[in-house]
């Protein structure tokens, strides 16, 4: 397994945001996470990636490494990468800049320095800005590139914000809502880029998703929270038809009529 949890847990005060959650993830798996608002899907990404610690008791497993409450850079020095649902961009630096950024979270320039010497570092620069113009170009922002970040549109962000994660070319890519607020046509073209960069760069990757028809169409294997625990799990076809999923959703954000339109895919 790429990525395993046994009793995750974390509480915020009184409540249980991650409820002893058991997860397997295997190499070049696409996992879908789905779930109301608020059942705890952003605070497992959280939690995986090292921004909070996990309560006593939890274990997570990275790529044979065990990670629980390991410091984030050091789970990204791993080769885990993951995306916000609010968007983090640095708004005043060019969109390679911003890339590049993306980059030296993974390999930072003292790293560099130690191992290159100062001479060679800016040869080394420059073979790195090549690969990542590359990588603008793969999500056709290359012409873009000198643009403050402040300047792209919204789905143009979300590809950079993608572009980004993917710099330091990570083993398991969480994306949190990589489509929300998109157009459906740019849900498409977002989609149809993440497929092909997974098989570019070999990635697994686990992608929370409210647009469903995303998460049915794409999956693999659906895991679906529901107040901090995992309430079910299957191929998307499984998991459309389980009953605990299609109560968790009714009478929550979507209506009855919504969710199974959404379901039904
Ligand atoms: N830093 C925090 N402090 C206190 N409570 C928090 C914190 N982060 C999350 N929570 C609470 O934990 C629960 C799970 O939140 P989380 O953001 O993980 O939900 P989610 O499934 O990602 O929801 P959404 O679909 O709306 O993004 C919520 O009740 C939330 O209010
Ligand atoms: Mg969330």
């Not at 962000?157 to 607020?181: H, S, Y």
């Not at 149809?192 to 697994?204: E, N, S, V």
Request: proline share 3%; with cysteine.
């Amino acid at each position: 397994m790429l990525l395993k949890t046994k009793k995750l847990m974390k509480a915020f005060g009184g409540l249980k945001a991650i409820d002893k959650i058991d997860i397997e993830i295997p190499q070049g798996e696409i996992r879908g996470i789905i779930g109301p608002n608020g059942s705890g899907k952003s605070t497992f990404f959280n939690l995986i990636s090292g921004v909070y610690d996990s309560d006593p008791g939890s274990y997570i497993e990275f790529n044979d490494h065990d990670i629980t409450n390991e410091p984030a850079h050091e789970i990204g020095a791993l080769g885990l990468a993951r995306t916000f649902q609010l968007l983090r961009l640095y708004q005043d630096m060019s969109v390679i800049n911003n890339v590049m950024s993306g980059y030296h979270t993974k390999v930072p320039y003292s790293f560099a320095a130690a191992v290159l010497g100062r001479k060679k570092i800016w040869d080394h620069e420059k073979k790195i800005r090549d690969e990542m113009m590359e990588l603008l170009s793969f999500v056709g922002l290359a012409d873009f590139a000198e643009m403050n970040a402040s300047e792209l549109s919204g789905g143009q962000r979300r590809l950079l914000v993608l572009a980004r994660a993917i710099a330091g070319k990570p083993k398991l890519l969480m994306l949190d809502e990589p489509a929300a607020g998109l157009s459906p046509h740019n849900v498409d073209n977002l989609m149809k880029i993440i497929m092909q960069l997974k098989d570019k760069y070999g990635l697994t990757l686990i992608i929370i998703e409210h647009i469903l028809k995303v998460v049915m169409d794409t999956c693999d294997t659906v895991t679906v929270f529901d107040h901090g625990q995992k309430i079910a799990e299957g191929t998307p076809a499984e998991v459309k038809d389980d009953n605990a999923v299609i109560e968790a959703y009714l009478g929550k954000k979507m209506n009855d009529d919504e969710m199974r339109k959404a379901l039904a895919v």
